[in-house]
């Protein structure tokens, strides 16, 4: 997991099969902003000071050799296809509202934003195209991941088969707590992709019955009794993991739910849970080159 030439070390470098595949995601490391924002903060509009962001997205723009097409994620499905045009909107012009996008020209990069949720980030193994998603449970749970794959496919012709995937840092599966609505947003998921807590077997009755009494609380239950308090530990990298083994991708690399990988544990990561919500934004790239 580290940085290779002159970025910061603790940047992380995805590795894809097609030489012409370029990708990056970045750490708190390696920019110019102040606490809490401390350094590489590389979004603006949240309470950093807004040279500090510029400073810090030109380096961003300079370690990856091309712009990059900043998006208004909404916790959504929306997948956007990048053209030059876009990358040469002036500073003032709104973002793209977007929680995912592709591209097929090179000299131009995909990019997501996260404190937290999952960016992934695929490539077509013989280069032809790229997209990034970001993806938290709402999305994850919505289709991101699928609609992005499907536009990506769409674009090159090529099937999901073809696609590599590789996922980053986010909140890890022994800090992620849900309640049993994002349990029940999930379906026919794994159960092993939430553990329940102490007080999800007891809103179940059952401390014998595991997982698959604590699984049995309704999201209408949650408003009384220990029900209400229902709590389980969600894995997103697993359920990123399952929903792209269920769409058909087969190669899937980086965030294996280690904790090296959460956000909240390790200290080169933003965290917005750890934070607060006072903390910057890194950023995961994908790109193609000449």
Do not use: Y
Request: aromatic share 6%; charged share 15%; glycine share 12%.
């Amino acid at each position: 997991m580290s940085g290779a030439g002159r970025l910061p070390s603790s940047w992380l470098r995805p590795r894809f099969s097609s030489p012409r595949v370029g990708a990056l995601m970045t750490t708190r490391h390696g920019g110019v902003s102040a606490p809490p924002f401390d350094s590489m903060n590389l979004r603006p509009a949240i309470g950093d000071v807004d040279a500090a962001v510029v400073i810090n997205r030109a380096r961003l723009h300079g370690a990856i050799g091309a712009p990059s097409v900043l998006l208004q994620q909404v916790h959504g499905i929306g997948c956007l296809r990048l053209s030059h045009d876009l990358a040469s909107l002036g500073a003032d012009a709104p973002w793209p509202v977007a929680d995912a996008s592709i591209c097929t020209d090179a000299g131009l990069a995909c990019e997501v934003q996260a404190a937290d949720c999952l960016p992934l980030l695929m490539a077509d193994r013989h280069g032809r195209g790229v997209a990034a998603a970001h993806a938290g449970w709402r999305g994850l749970a919505g289709g991101v991941v699928q609609s992005t794959l499907a536009a990506l496919c769409e674009a090159i012709a090529a099937e999901p088969a073809d696609i590599e995937v590789w996922l980053g840092a986010c909140i890890g599966p022994g800090r992620f707590e849900v309640g049993a609505d994002v349990l029940a947003a999930f379906g026919a998921a794994p159960a092993s992709c939430f553990v329940p807590t102490v007080g999800a077997v007891a809103a179940a009755g059952s401390v014998a019955g595991g997982l698959v009494a604590a699984a049995s609380v309704e999201p209408q239950d949650q408003g009384s009794g220990a029900a209400g308090h229902a709590k389980w530990l969600a894995d997103l990298p697993a359920l990123a993991r399952w929903t792209l083994r269920q769409a058909g991708v087969c190669e899937v690399s980086g965030n294996d739910g280690s904790p090296a990988w959460c956000t909240v544990d390790n200290s080169d990561f933003f965290s917005h849970r750890r934070d607060r919500g006072r903390t910057g934004r890194m950023a995961a790239c994908i790109w193609l080159t000449n």
